[in-house]
């Protein structure tokens, strides 16, 4: 069975309400309230993207995030009570896509996960600017498989981190404000200066020599970043 979101919180009542929310919006979603249920969940069905709360009971949302991506490659948003900038750092650095502090707005939340349905199925539907592949350095892109060869290395992109990488190749050696990063990339206003600077430092990560004196992707203070080429 296929299901567009799958939510993993052990509140059964908030859990619960949210899935029935988005099912009579048009969303198809399923709850799971701990991480075995979720693992469970995987065995025999898919998902198109997570909501994945930090505290599960005795368990972490961040050791069930790290295994996930080890297996599923959709996108994960955290939802969690704490609006701590070092948690939204480690849930954003091992693989979450976005992260919601609780209480959230149910309207909100549907528009975002909307939105993120809606550019991760067209994340890989763009043409490559020419050819299949664009070389930064040692580092290869290949635009096709949406992926980074790297001294003899392949890293795979995440979906959000592939569409973020062509709109800078697309707008390259011009000044990308934040602002059009979020209505462009994102497409939404609901995106935090905290998700794109964690995004562009993975970027760098993969395409960069040296990640902290960058070449390729440059910030420009005060306004946003650009690709140097």
Do not use: Q
């Not at 899935?19 to 069905?45: C, M, Q």
């Not at 790297?150 to 795979?156: A, C, I, N, R, V």
Request: charged letters at 25%; one cysteine or more; proline letters at 3%.
């Amino acid at each position: 069975m296929h299901t567009s979101v799958l939510i993993i919180d052990d509140e059964p009542e908030l859990a619960e309400y949210t899935a029935k929310f988005f099912n009579v919006s048009g969303v198809p979603a399923e709850y799971v309230l701990s991480a075995d249920e979720a693992i469970k969940f995987f065995e025999g069905n898919t998902c198109s993207l997570i909501l994945l709360d930090i505290n599960l009971g005795s368990d972490s949302g961040f050791d069930l995030c790290r295994d996930i991506r080890t297996k599923i490659g959709v996108p994960i948003f955290f939802i969690s009570a704490s609006s701590s900038e070092d948690d939204m750092l480690l849930a954003l650095g091992i693989g979450g896509d976005d992260y919601i502090c609780k209480p959230y707005s149910l309207g909100v939340l549907l528009a975002k996960v909307k939105a993120a349905l809606k550019r991760y199925a067209d994340s890989g539907s763009k043409p490559a600017e020419s050819g299949e592949s664009v070389k930064l350095g040692n580092a290869c892109i290949d635009l096709k498989k949406a992926s980074v060869t790297k001294d003899g290395s392949t890293l795979p992109l995440k979906a959000m981190e592939y569409k973020l990488l062509i709109f800078l190749l697309e707008n390259k050696n011009r000044v990308i404000s934040k602002d059009e990063f979020f209505e462009k990339v994102w497409e939404t206003d609901y995106v935090s200066e905290v998700t794109l600077n964690v995004h562009i430092r993975h970027l760098r990560e993969k395409i960069e020599e040296d990640p902290s004196h960058p070449v390729f992707i440059k910030t420009v203070w005060g306004v946003g970043f650009m690709m140097e080429v």
